[in-house]
T-cell receptor
Framework: DTAVSQTPKYLVTQMGNDKSIKCEQN?????MYWYKQDSKKFLKIMFSYNNKELIINETVPNRFSPKSPDKAHLNLHINSLELGDSAVYFC??????????FGSGTRLTVV | KNEVEQSPQNLTAQEGEFITINCSYS?????LHWLQQHPGGGIVSLFMLSSGKKKHGRLIATINIQEKHSSLHITASHPRDSAVYIC??????????FGTGTRLTIIP
C-alpha cells in the first residue's frame, strides 16, 4: 500500500491550459508538501500545509494554487501553464519535522 | 543565509569501495536529511538526524553540529547503490533547503 501517492505520473499539456496534480498520504501525517525539481535536478519547496492550513508559501507564481480538502490530501492546481513550468513535482508528507515520505513524482511537460 | 553545499557533485567508484558524500550547511539547523533519488526518479528518505550517527544496513550518516557538516557513508558499495544522494537541512522550520545532489555510479 503506497504511503504517498500522487497522480498522474506523467502529464503533457499545451501552454495556457489549466491542470491539477493530486496527492494523498495514508500515513496519518499532519504536514504535506509540494516540491519542484527543475531540469538540473535541483529540488525546491513550493508549499507546505499543516492540518489543512498553509504554512509555507515560497515565491511561487499565483498561477499555482494548492488545495487541501483534508489533512490526507494536498492537490496542486496550475492555471495558464507556461513552458517554464515543465519539471517534476514531488509531493511529500511528514509528522512534524520528522522524516519526509515522498511520492513518486509527476513529470509535467508543457508544450 | 540558509545554504547547503554537497560534494562531490559526481562520484564514480568500483564495486566494494567505501563511499563518502559530504554536506555542509551555513547556519544552525534543527535536523539534516539524507535522501536517495533512484535513476527512475523516485525519492526515498534515508536518514534524518540532528546529532551523532545513524546506521541502516550498509549506510551510515554522521553529523558534526559544531563544524556544520554531515557525511553519508556507504560500505561495500554495490551497483544498486547508484543513485543521486541529496542532503537537505531544516533551518528551524518545516522548509527543507536542498543541496545540489551527488550522482553516485558504482561500477561492477
Amino acid at each position: 500500500d503506497t504511503a504517498v501517492s500522487q497522480t498522474p505520473k506523467y502529464l503533457v499539456t499545451q501552454m495556457g491550459n489549466d491542470k491539477s496534480i493530486k496527492c494523498e498520504q495514508n500515513l496519518g501525517h499532519d504536514t504535506m508538501y509540494w516540491y519542484k525539481q527543475d531540469s538540473k535536478k535541483f529540488l525546491k519547496i513550493m508549499f507546505s500545509y499543516n492540518n489543512k492550513e498553509l504554512i509555507i508559501n515560497e515565491t511561487v507564481p499565483n498561477r499555482f494554487s494548492p488545495k487541501s480538502p483534508d489533512k490526507a490530501h494536498l492537490n496542486l492546481h496550475i492555471n495558464s501553464l507556461e513552458l517554464g513550468d515543465s519539471a517534476v513535482y514531488f509531493c511529500a508528507s511528514s509528522q512534524d519535522l520528522d522524516t519526509r515520505f515522498f511520492g513518486s513524482g509527476t513529470r509535467l511537460t508543457v508544450v | 543565509k540558509n545554504e547547503v553545499e554537497q560534494s562531490p557533485q559526481n562520484l564514480t567508484a568500483q564495486e566494494g569501495e567505501f563511499i563518502t558524500i559530504n554536506c555542509s550547511y551555513s547556519v544552525g539547523i534543527s535536523a539534516l536529511h539524507w535522501l536517495q533519488q533512484h535513476p527512475g526518479g523516485g525519492i526515498v528518505s534515508l536518514f534524518m538526524l540532528s546529532s551523532g550517527k545513524k546506521k541502516h544496513g550498509r549506510l551510515i550518516a554522521t553529523i558534526n553540529i559544531q563544524e556544520k557538516h554531515s557525511s553519508l557513508h556507504i560500505t561495500a558499495s554495490h551497483p544498486r547503490d547508484s543513485a543521486v544522494y541529496i542532503c537537505a537541512a531544516n533551518f528551524g522550520n518545516e522548509k527543507l533547503t536542498f543541496g545540489t545532489g551527488t550522482r553516485l555510479t558504482i561500477i561492477p
